[in-house]
């Protein structure tokens, strides 16, 4: 007896559901082919945006030197404001980074109109190694009210003390002065602000010395005060030393009282 086996196997046909490649066109599944593929993401300089500019007139002032450290020349400029955007009649200064990043600040100034450039000049005046902005703000009946610009790693900052803009003043009269220096002794840097007046005595002139002490790039923190008196042999004689007493200085930035 002969037993014939015949196997009939079903024939089961798939079809392939369709499914969307890399590039959004629909296609049979797999991996996509070399024109489809995503090309590999390059890095791109992170630069401030530029949309939310504040409106400027016309330019008063500006110094090319390097605030932030990485050897390349940067721009500030000082601008006259326009529109309430900026508060009237105030300063809008600008720094431009070599890395093209930008960052501004409304510097507000009690004579803007009279004032001409508020710029005094650039030196390093923190310490840290990098150029500061020395400018004005107004002008008393003789004295000139003068603050500090740096950019301490993150954003353009007028420098503080005790959370309030430092405004130090410099010149005078004959009768009475006021000075900046900023120094360094031992390994720390300074902003000294003089006063003198002789109007308690014709042949003697009271003076007063306050030492204050960067806390940060852009903080300061009153670290001492001294009185002392300089005598004088002739009445209302002025001190020797005019400068110490009546002048600034900063760095390379030297101006006579």
């Known amino acids: 007896m002969t037993l014939l086996l015949v196997s009939c196997a079903a024939a089961n046909t798939t079809t392939a559901t369709p499914r969307p490649s890399i590039d959004g066109t629909t296609g049979v599944g797999g991996a996509p082919s070399l024109p489809t593929a995503l090309p590999t993401p390059t890095a791109s300089p992170v630069v401030a945006p530029t949309a939310s500019l504040l409106p400027v007139g016309q330019s008063l002032a500006s110094a090319q030197a390097d605030f932030d450290c990485d050897g390349r020349a940067d721009r500030l400029t000082f601008y006259a404001s326009v529109g309430d955007a900026a508060g009237g009649a105030n300063t809008v200064v600008r720094l431009v980074l070599a890395t093209g990043a930008v960052h501004e600040l409304v510097l507000p100034l009690n004579d803007a109109i009279d004032q001409g450039s508020p710029l005094i000049g650039t030196a390093d005046v923190n310490g840290d190694g990098c150029d500061d902005a020395i400018v004005?703000?107004?002008?008393?009946?003789?004295?000139?009210?003068?603050?500090?610009?740096?950019?301490?790693?993150?954003?353009?900052?007028?420098?503080?003390?005790?959370?309030?803009?430092?405004?130090?003043?410099?010149?005078?009269?004959?009768?009475?002065?006021?000075?900046?220096?900023?120094?360094?002794?031992?390994?720390?840097?300074?902003?000294?602000?003089?006063?003198?007046?002789?109007?308690?005595?014709?042949?003697?002139?009271?003076?007063?010395?306050?030492?204050?002490?960067?806390?940060?790039?852009?903080?300061?923190?009153?670290?001492?005060?001294?009185?002392?008196?300089i005598a004088v042999s002739v009445r209302y004689a002025m001190p020797v030393d005019q400068d110490r007493y009546w002048g600034l200085s900063c760095g390379n930035v030297k101006l006579s009282g």
């Open 136 to 229: 004005t703000v107004g002008h008393g009946a003789s004295t000139t009210w003068t603050t500090f610009l740096v950019y301490d790693g993150a954003d353009l900052r007028r420098v503080e003390e005790e959370g309030k803009p430092v405004t130090f003043l410099f010149g005078g009269s004959v009768r009475h002065g006021n000075a900046i220096e900023c120094r360094t002794r031992k390994d720390a840097t300074e902003i000294v602000a003089r006063a003198v007046s002789d109007y308690i005595s014709d042949f003697e002139w009271d003076a007063v010395e306050d030492v204050h002490h960067w806390s940060t790039k852009s903080q300061l923190v009153l670290w001492s005060t001294s009185r002392s008196v």
